[in-house]
């Protein structure tokens, strides 16, 4: 989401006039936008600042912004500590970033310092400017913000309250895609499968992936994230109907225990949760079912703990994120009894990443002889003398082949499983 986010930041500054450089050395204006969801990402830029004040220093024009969910909740209190910064904004207001361009001169002179941070009610109706990173696939955002408020997250404050996209302005994106070139979108949101709540329109979620089903040109679609609690029975009729959306469903768990769930604020119990991807994988038995999971949340016990890892053992997910808990400012997690020490959350998360490395692999494995379809993406980074794709259940393949056929489907059979990619050969 932050990624994208970059992109229209990027594709605000083009439309303005400006061109990227390859180092901040010789930029005019730098912007950095930030993540918030864990401490480790917002350690980030405190370092990234601490170079550009070197900058800045020989070079007094240079403007610096700061953007993100660290800008909306740290706010002024950036200034006081960067005083160098020019301009923070939030999330919600990446469209301000357009005047604070246009009227840059105005600024520097006086050497004002300005925020962007406030509600900006009709953020979701505007329409801006992108600078997409690939040529194959885009991000296409269908909602903003979350109202879920998971004790851990700090999503909600500093994205703000859930909104739909106008779907008019989904369509129009989409189609414009599909005239680039581009094969496959991914729809965007904290919680896709509640779209549609704020619209004048009656439109839910599986109605806008039948919507978008029908646009010539875009071969896949994916989406991210789905809530549990609002993953229903009409998407999984909808997936498994819809041959263009892909057959993989990143379905966040977060933790085993329902104790841990509940002080979550999660609203399912891990018996709920399994009998939903049990229902998806009866009627979508080749679906590939991705996970987050959070390790080491205030008050988790060894016995919580081993939920997590009979909860893993048990669905045999495709692949998962895990991270250690990490505290984050304004959360109600913060207030909880029963923080624990870093060394217990790491040891905790290793034993969840050795056990689902074993797994992944293992599921790998099975693909190994199979003939599946790959949506060529461009020339591995790791070998150039190889292209890379991914299938349609979302697992990354190696082959070899040309880059002018970047944007093509081919039949690849799978012939080594590795850890996290397939190596395979072309078959017609
Ligand atoms: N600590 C650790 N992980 C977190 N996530 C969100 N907030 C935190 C936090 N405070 C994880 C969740 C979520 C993913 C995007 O990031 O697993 O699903
Ligand atoms: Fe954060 Fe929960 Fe919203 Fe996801 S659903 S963004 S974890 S509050």
């Given at each position: ?43 980030k830029l405190y370092s990234d600042l601490g170079r550009l004040k070197i900058i800045k220093k020989q070079r007094p024009g ?257 692949g998962i994120f895990a991270f250690n808990y990490s505290k984050r400012p304004g959360t109600r997690a913060l207030e909880l ?58 697992k990354i393949v190696n082959f070899n082949g040309e880059k002018k056929e970047t944007g093509l489907t081919v039949n690849i ?16």
């Amino acid at each position: 989401m932050n990624v994208h986010d970059s992109e229209k930041i990027s594709g605000i500054l083009s439309e303005a006039g400006y061109q990227p450089v390859d180092e901040s050395k010789k930029a005019d204006v730098v912007v950095l936008n930030t993540c918030n969801i864990r401490q480790k990402a917002a350690q980030k830029l405190y370092s990234d600042l601490g170079r550009l004040k070197i900058i800045k220093k020989q070079r007094p024009g240079l403007r610096i912004a700061v953007a993100g969910c660290i800008a909306q909740q740290e706010g002024r209190s950036i200034f006081k500590r960067f005083p160098y910064v020019d301009f923070i904004f939030g999330p919600n207001n990446i469209d301000s970033l357009e005047n604070w361009i246009k009227n840059g001169s105005q600024f520097t002179v006086h050497g004002s310092r300005l925020t962007a941070l406030n509600d900006n009610p009709d953020y979701h109706t505007k329409v801006l400017p992108l600078n997409r990173i690939g040529r194959v696939k885009a991000w296409v955002s269908i909602m903003y913000g979350c109202d879920n408020f998971c004790a851990y997250c700090v999503v909600p404050y500093t994205r703000g309250r859930e909104k739909s996209r106008p779907v008019k302005d989904i369509l129009a994106e989409v189609q414009d895609l599909a005239e680039k070139g581009y094969k496959e979108i991914t729809l965007l949101g904290q919680n896709v499968n509640s779209y549609g709540k704020n619209l004048k329109e009656e439109m839910n979620f599986p109605d806008l992936l039948k919507v978008l089903h029908e646009i010539e040109g875009i071969d896949r679609i994916r989406f991210v994230t789905s809530h549990p609690k609002d993953f229903s029975e009409d998407l999984v009729r909808t997936v498994k109907d819809l041959p263009k959306v892909c057959k993989h469903i990143h379905l966040p768990l977060q933790a085993g225990s329902d104790r841990v769930l509940s002080l979550m604020n999660r609203r399912y119990t891990y018996i709920e949760y399994k009998e939903k991807i049990d229902k998806l994988r009866l009627e979508i038995p080749k679906i590939s079912v991705t996970t987050d999971i959070i390790t080491g949340f205030p008050g988790e016990t060894e016995d919580d703990f081993e939920h997590t890892l009979n909860a893993l053992r048990e669905i045999e997910y495709d692949g998962i994120f895990a991270f250690n808990y990490s505290k984050r400012p304004g959360t109600r997690a913060l207030e909880l009894p029963g923080h624990l020490d870093e060394e217990v959350k790491s040891r905790r998360l290793s034993k969840v990443l050795e056990l689902q490395e074993l797994i992944t692999y293992r599921k790998n494995r099975e693909l190994e002889g199979i003939i599946l379809e790959v949506l060529i993406e461009g020339v591995s980074q790791t070998d150039p003398e190889k292209l890379t794709g991914r299938t349609k259940t979302n697992k990354i393949v190696n082959f070899n082949g040309e880059k002018k056929e970047t944007g093509l489907t081919v039949n690849i059979k799978i012939l080594e499983a590795k850890q996290h990619s397939l190596f395979g050969e072309r078959v017609n």
